[in-house]
């Protein structure tokens, strides 16, 4: 592993620059979510005057679908009917898909393939990523990433069919990274009794990236095409919506050379030693290994679900209200804002006093209820709930995953001390007791003492060992790996039996994700909070 000499910079200072980059990045990458739905539909209705390969083999899966489906559930519900005869109940009313109109349920369904493909490709890049910025430093390989991010934005503004379309996603799959690196540059640079607090910032920057980047990318969507110069003096060919795409590509370009500029290496911020420690003679390699499973496994399953549920909200208010492209963006937005609110006024101020544990279960809670508030809606049709949805769907938003992160992020390999560049006393530090965790898919270990949730012992901190890269990587890869199927399922499920159902299964399966989660036990973690 390279040795990168540690920077003179302030942890807040860079955590500023952190911070600002992520939000532009995280506009960029919001500005599409609510053109999707109708970009899809472009490409659907042109498809007889740009005929595209890759589109119609996708057409073709989704009619073979169709019809495996339309032979499964009229047979069942025949079936059932047959018995409810004979039982003397009323039959159930007609399959929800025969209601459906087909256009809308192909966008439904392409829509969730997309969304599954680019999740599964950042879950196979993200642990590369991860172990890349452990061996040749942060901002190289985010840089690295930004390139990506430019080459595929540009091939989406020039994407005039579906083909050009698809490779711009599987080029952004393959190499957005930077949410992924900024939380390890937090961890790199920020002390265990703040860890969590920092995370926070994490989520509220994702929080406010998501309330006006589609706000923005919907504006530019709006405007003519005529307002292009490329168009104009050109003659070229863009994308649908492809203001929206120079938005993005703008921002992609000023996030560059902002982090170019600013940003400095934090690979080895912290001076460490690592005196040989004892170790519990109960925190066995096996049982915190066994430990960190069952996270990675609960939060696997609860993105699988949340990021289908999520995903498929803009869906939902297109085949319900049939919202416009602004529409959507302030539906979205509203979700960004109050979960932002909920960030910087509750996360942050009472993280200390709950504990990680105990705000995800609220955070799970809060999705349930907005779910649920989904299955209201889908059958009143009424706009009366969906301020419940916003605030439900922003309560999971804003508390489950960065708080989560910041018990990935404590999670240390290696019996190392840890000393704040910035404070030479550490007569007041306190200190992190591991044992070491042999994984061979990731390197990863729970530790024994976690401020300011976690008792801990008048010692010197313990830095972020050198593969914390790694392991937030691997974590991200699991929920990576919820998001590549989950959007996929939601949708599928959705297009099959209706939004009814569909919220239903998802509020019922993360009720079993809160009380899994409230089962495992922390008794590994000395903590009153956990």
């Known amino acids: 592993m390279s040795t990168l000499a540690p920077t003179q910079n302030s942890p807040p200072k860079i955590l500023k620059v952190v911070i600002i980059a992520l939000i532009i990045d995280i506009f960029a990458f919001t500005s599409i979510l609510p053109l999707l739905p109708r970009t899809i539909e472009f490409f659907l209705s042109s498809k007889e005057q740009n005929p ?50 087909p256009l809308k349920s192909d966008i439904v369904l392409l829509g969730g393939l997309l969304g599954s493909f680019y999740s599964l490709l950042q879950c196979l890049v993200a642990p590369i990523f991860g172990k890349l910025s452990d061996k040749y430093g942060r901002r190289r390989i985010l840089l690295f990433s930004m390139l990506g991010n430019l080459l595929s934005t ?24 930077n949410i992924q690196i900024s939380t390890t540059v937090i961890a790199d640079v920020s002390s265990p009794e703040n860890r969590a607090k920092q995370m926070a910032l994490v989520g509220i920057s994702f929080s406010l990236g998501f309330t006006f980047g589609p706000l923005i990318g919907a504006y530019f969507a709006s405007l003519p095409s005529h307002h292009l110069f490329l168009n104009n003096y050109f003659n070229l060919k863009l994308a649908p919506f492809a203001n929206a795409a120079l938005f993005s590509l703008a921002l992609l370009s000023i996030e560059t050379l902002y982090i170019y500029f600013y940003l400095p ?78 960030q910087g006024l509750y996360v942050r101020k009472t993280v200390s006093k709950f504990g990680e544990k105990n705000l995800c279960l609220q955070g799970f809670a809060g999705c349930i209820f907005g779910m649920v508030s989904v299955v209201l809606l889908a059958n009143s049709k009424s706009s009366f709930y969906l301020p419940a949805i916003c605030l439900g769907f922003s309560i999971a938003s804003a508390i489950v995953t960065s708080t989560m992160n910041a018990i990935i992020s404590l999670l240390n390999t290696n019996n190392c001390s840890y000393n704040n560049n910035n404070n030479n006393n550490t007569s007041n530090n306190t200190a992190i007791t591991t044992a070491p965790l042999h994984r061979s898919d990731s390197a990863t270990s729970l530790a024994d003492q976690i401020k300011p949730h976690l008792n801990t012992t008048p010692k010197a901190h313990i830095a972020p060992p050198n593969d914390s890269g790694h392991r937030l990587g691997s974590f991200r890869s699991a929920g990576q790996l919820g998001r590549a199927f989950g959007p996929g399922f939601a949708c599928f499920l959705y297009w099959t039996c209706g939004p009814q159902v569909c919220y239903l299964v998802g509020s019922l399966t993360v009720l079993y994700v809160f009380f899994k989660f409230k089962n495992i036990n922390f008794s590994l973690i000395k903590s009153k909070s956990l």
């Open 52 to 101: 595209s390969a890759t589109l119609n083999a996708f057409l073709y899966l989704i009619s073979k679908l169709r019809a495996i489906q339309n032979f499964s559930l009229t047979y069942s519900y025949l079936s059932i009917n047959s018995l409810l005869s004979l039982l003397h109940i009323s039959p159930l009313k007609n399959p929800q898909f025969l209601s459906i109109d």
């Open 154 to 177: 540009t091939i989406w503004v020039f994407s005039k069919n579906f083909d050009l379309f698809l490779i711009s996603r599987i080029i952004a799959g393959l190499s957005e990274a």
């Open 265 to 342: 290496e934090t690979l080895n911020y912290q001076n460490k030693s690592c005196p040989k420690t004892s170790t519990p003679q109960s925190a066995t390699p096996l049982k915190l290994s066994s430990k960190f499973n069952q996270l990675l496994n609960t939060y696997f399953m609860y993105m699988f679900v949340f990021s289908g549920m999520e995903y498929s909200l803009t869906f939902l208010m297109h085949d319900l209200f049939n919202y416009s492209n602004r529409q959507q963006g302030y539906f979205l937005g509203s979700i960004g804002l109050t979960s932002a609110l909920i």
